[in-house]
């Protein structure tokens, strides 16, 4: 086949003509918005917004200005480079704020109440008067022959003190046995009568479709949750409030609420945002029933953050902790807005454009080496401590100083050695676990109710969660 030549004409003329392949190819790449004149279309924008992650943890790993971004198209673009310039580092030390507790502190009654009367504290008489004419009324709807169960108050007093004692001796339902029998359980109440109640508990009509709202998933124990809710938010916020999640063991298939969170104790579940008084005493929650897919600046776990902080008095210097699900530079500034700090482990991707020292600089300078960065305006600041592998936490409110010791265990030297430790970190630990000891405090006596009715489970926890607050 013959080859086709161009003559030197010809290529001059391809290299400065206008309908050049080089040029389509520039025409079409992805610097489009370095043009003046280019105007996103409405499709453009609306591409933009699908293509963003309904958790922070996508969208706030683009905050980091200094490193090498990927292209992206003109809205992307434009959100990012606002984020960048909302915050700036400086390496210098943090002054903290004053922020004393303003807010009221609780004493101690003159008269202690019986410990009956504060477990009705939480679990009260109209909550109770609730769930007997609901498991009355569910068990006429939901019998052949309209048979009604008849309970009363007393009646679900009892259940519920058999359930508690059931957890103080956990047996695999043989208390009305001969050879297992436990008198306490067996002489209040007989095996069938404890079962038919099992199964009527019940706490909102089913058949009133005003109840069934498509947003609200719990909308079957919705009323009891409320009722409890109230009780929580009565008692009086402590200092330092801790915010994580809990889990509520639940392996069924029919719940439209159900998660796996792998690395926990109970993987599958229904899980419980709750904010903690450090001594384990819930004083907010509120069940988690899915994703939105709406994208929010603050991530899923900021937003629960604020949520659960709303019913914080504003402007008494109240103190939060959270882990890295929850934590982010913004987060801390929409705290700020209302005057309550914040202290919390951070995630690498959400940084906020802060760069620190690398976990292997750190190393080399030894166990106990920090680092730490100022935000601009200086309200607030990242630590990145080195022990057996670094950390990196952010505060509104604390930062390096004082500094104090701790022990650890040296593998090399098989003894403990003494660590620098930074105030930040100090006071996380101690402040943090509140919803572990809760959890901790439930499951020494947790007695496992097995039902296919998934919101039982949610029932029972509030049983639990009322008497370790009581």
Known sequence: MDKKRYSVQDALTFIQGDDSDFERCESSSDDDYEDPDYTPSNKDMENDKSSESSDSDCSESDDLDEVPQPKMNPGQQNTTTQDTKQFSWRKKPFEAPECSFKGESATPPDNLHTPLEYFKKFITAEMLELLKEQTNLYSVQKSANHSNVNTTVKELEILIGLYLRMGLCQLP????????????????????????????????????????????????????????????????????????????????????????????????????????????????????????????????????????????????????????????????????????????????NRLAGCQLEDEKSLAKRGRGSVDVRVEKEERMAIVKWYDNRSVTLISSYCAIEPQDKAQRWSKSDKAFVEVNRPYIVKEYNTFMGGIDLLDACIARYKYHMRSRRWYLYLFWQTIMLGLVNA
């Open 173 to 348: 339902s043989a208390y009305w046995e001969n050879d297992t029998r436990c008198a306490m359980v067996a002489d209040n109440m007989s095996r069938n009568r404890f079962q038919n109640l099992l199964a009527s508990l019940h706490f909102t009509d089913n058949t009133d479709q005003s109840n069934r709202q498509e947003e609200d998933k719990c909308w079957k124990i919705r009323p009891w949750l409320e009722m409890f809710r109230k009780q929580c938010l009565e008692i009086p916020p402590e200092e330092h409030n801790s915010i994580d999640e809990q889990m509520v063991s639940f392996r069924g298939t029919h719940s439209p609420i159900r998660q796996y969170v792998k690395g926990k104790p109970h993987p599958w579940g229904l899980k419980i945002w709750g904010r903690c008084t450090s001594s384990g005493i819930l004083c907010d929650f509120a069940v988690y029933e899915g994703g939105t897919g709406k994208k929010t600046s603050l991530g899923m776990g900021g937003d629960i953050v604020v949520k659960l902080c709303e019913t914080l008095p504003s402007n008494q210097n109240y103190k939060v902790f959270a882990d890295n699900l929850f934590s982010s530079a913004p987060l801390v500034l929409k705290l700020l807005q209302r005057q309550i700090y914040f202290v919390g482990t951070l995630r690498s």
